[in-house]
């Protein structure tokens, strides 16, 4: 089963690739950059596997940059607090 095929598998992925970035001094701007790429390549380039990542891909695709930013942030905040 990938990560992608399940919305809080995914967050935990995320999570745990989050605290490895921040243990080696990356900041908040920094990972917030790289969580707007990675959103980039998943909107273009992988279908959404589940509801959650369907509502994520059309929030992103019709976003402008700065909202990008913002849904970016708000993404990295979400993984956070996934237990």
Do not use: C
Request: proline share 1%.
């Amino acid at each position: 089963m990938s990560v992608l095929d399940n919305f809080d598998s995914w967050k935990g992925f995320l999570k745990g690739r989050l605290q490895q970035a921040e243990e080696n001094g990356i900041n908040h701007d920094t990972l917030t950059n790289l969580a707007a790429e990675v959103g980039d390549y998943l909107a273009e380039s992988v279908d959404a596997k589940t509801p959650e990542e369907e509502v994520l891909k059309e929030l992103w695709s019709t976003a402008s940059e700065e909202e990008q930013q913002a849904l970016a942030s708000a993404m990295i905040k979400l993984v956070q607090k996934h237990d």
